[in-house]
Each structure stands twice: as C-alpha cells, then as structure tokens.
C-alpha cells in the first residue's frame, strides 16, 4: 500500500484523512503544522470580568457570522 502524499493535499482533503485516519501521526503532524503556519501570532488577553467575557463572545459571533 503506498503512502499518501500529504503535500499535495488540500487543507479539507488532509482533515478528512485525518479523521478517518486517527491512529496516523504523521498524518496529524502534517496537519498541526499546515494550520499552525497559517494561525495569527496575535494574542490577548483573557477576559477579566463578565462585561469583557460579553464582548468576547459578541466579537466571536460578528467574526462568525462572516
């Protein structure tokens, strides 16, 4: 059996293989660094009381409905 050439993948082909390929770790590592690559290196801060954590959400929501 020949192995998959996960570079040639795209990002929704890699994450069904994945799904329907638990126990592959290179499979998973491929796709931990495909999206990790992609991520923004952004950080904030955790909410620090409810008014905050009800902003959070709300933006959650607004990027969502993108």
């Not at 020949?2 to 499979?27: G, I």
């Not at 990790?36 to 607004?62: C, D, G, R, W, Y």
């Amino acid at each position: 059996m020949m192995n998959p050439d996960f570079n040639t993948m795209t990002k929704d082909e890699l994450r069904a293989y994945v799904v329907s390929h638990p126990d592959e770790q290179a499979a998973f590592h491929e796709f931990v660094d495909r999206f990790t690559e992609e991520a923004s290196p952004e950080t904030f801060n955790l909410p620090n009381s409810s008014a905050e954590l009800q902003e959070v959400e709300f933006l959650i929501q607004q990027k969502l409905a993108l």
